[in-house]
């Protein structure tokens, strides 16, 4: 499942040292044929974007349904032949994929886990300071420095709910999209207009691959962030018309789901698999909305819920799901405050009913 990364830091101040942004760079310097895994987020989207627009070589994979490479990309890189592998926003790669492709030099940049597997060039704050969840659209503009695409480096920040030095510079550069005032990422998230450029970014990663990726083709050679909001060439709109129709399935998404408010501590949203897959954003949004609640966002699929977590910073909802698994077909984890789970519809009751218990004797 796809996990939308949810934080509270304000500043970020520790992030890789200045040998490991130069060791990547060097990596992305000498391929002519890379080719780059993505989450399908907008943290991991303008990762790929950074890296790409600077090397204007190679190919993207969207990473969707797992935030995993694994054997499901074995053949995308063997029809590819890349020389390089860049790896970026993802929280899983398997052994299998390392050793399918050891002669691949295999580049990995991430900030969850951290994580340890052999013949793998590794980068990851938190391998030294494990409270380090500095975003990867972060990292990668230290290794780039392109000024030209600290816009796309502060959508991806503020789409994983931080703020840094980096997206202060974009304030002094765009105050009319992020005002400098702005001073907690939830606002800069949801009430800002940058709030409609992340926006874009997440929604015209859903749908059909081929779809994803023409959009994503097209904002490598999108130049400001104005020709995107305002439509400004042909290319632009034809992202603004998807992303619109995309859009408005999110409202009525979320419109159904001002409906399930109650003075209940959890704010349950089911939806069914007809529906395009928003639960990560919304779960957020109602989490912005709803600092106080805990949100569970499920859609049902095939006999089980896939769901998205989300509590404020006085519930570790990561310990409360570990509880709340136990005796249910299911399984899940993730961050203090953002989490994922997959549980059969048959156990759900019984899952929403532990997950109750253990917010309760927390």
């Known amino acids: 499942m796809c996990l939308a990364d949810f934080y509270f830091f304000i500043l970020v101040i520790n992030m890789l040292n200045k040998g490991q942004y130069?060791?990547?760079?060097?990596?992305?310097?000498?391929?002519?044929?890379?080719?780059?895994?993505?989450?399908?987020d907008a943290d991991g989207l303008c990762s790929f974007l950074q890296l790409y627009r600077y090397k204007k070589e190679g190919k993207g994979v969207c990473v969707k349904s797992q935030p995993k490479v694994d054997e499901r990309f074995f053949k995308v890189v063997k029809e590819y032949q890349p020389d390089k592998i860049f790896i970026l926003d993802l929280a899983i790669l398997t052994e299998d994929f390392v050793d399918e492709f050891r002669k691949i030099p295999i580049i990995w940049v991430d900030h969850h886990g951290p994580a340890e597997i052999k013949g793998v060039k590794y980068f990851n704050p938190r391998t030294e300071n494990k409270?380090?969840?500095?975003?990867?659209?972060?990292?990668?503009?230290?290794?780039?420095?392109?000024?030209?695409?600290?816009?796309?480096?502060?959508?991806?920040?503020?789409?994983?709910?931080?703020?840094?030095?980096?997206?202060?510079?974009?304030?002094?550069?765009?105050?009319?999209?992020?005002?400098?005032?702005?001073?907690?990422p939830e606002k800069a998230l949801f009430d800002t207009p940058l709030s409609r450029l992340v926006r874009i970014f997440n929604f015209i990663l859903k749908g059909p691959t081929q779809e994803v990726m023409k959009c994503v083709k097209i904002l490598t050679r999108i130049k400001t962030p104005y020709e995107l909001l305002n439509g400004e060439t042909a290319q632009a709109r034809y992202i603004l018309r998807r992303f619109e129709k995309i859009d408005k399935l999110y409202e009525e998404l979320l419109e159904y789901a001002m409906k399930k408010v109650s003075k209940k501590k959890i704010l349950l949203v089911k939806y069914q698999e007809n529906k395009m897959s928003f639960s990560g954003?919304?779960?957020?949004?109602?989490?912005?909305?709803?600092?106080?609640?805990?949100?569970?966002?499920?859609?049902?699929?095939?006999?089980?819920?896939?769901?998205?977590?989300?509590?404020?910073?006085?519930i570790n909802i990561a310990k409360a799901l570990e509880k709340a698994l136990k005796g249910v077909r299911g399984y899940g984890g993730g961050h203090e405050h953002a989490c994922g789970a997959c549980i059969q519809e048959e156990d759900f009751d019984k899952f929403l009913e532990q997950l109750e218990e253990a917010i309760q004797t927390r």
Do not use: M
């Not at 130069?22 to 399908?40: A, T, V």
């Not at 109602?286 to 006085?314: C, M, Q, T, W």
């Open 22 to 40: 130069k060791q990547i760079l060097e990596e992305l310097d000498n391929c002519k044929r890379p080719i780059y895994f993505f989450h399908d």
């Open 131 to 184: 409270d380090d969840n500095v975003c990867v659209s972060e990292l990668c503009y230290h290794v780039i420095e392109n000024k030209d695409d600290l816009w796309i480096a502060a959508t991806g920040i503020v789409g994983d709910w931080q703020l840094s030095e980096v997206t202060k510079e974009f304030s002094g550069k765009y105050p009319e999209l992020l005002p400098k005032d702005t001073d907690k």
């Open 281 to 314: 954003e919304l779960a957020n949004e109602l989490l912005y909305r709803f600092p106080d609640k805990v949100i569970i966002v499920g859609r049902v699929k095939s006999g089980e819920v896939k769901s998205s977590l989300r509590s404020g910073a006085n």
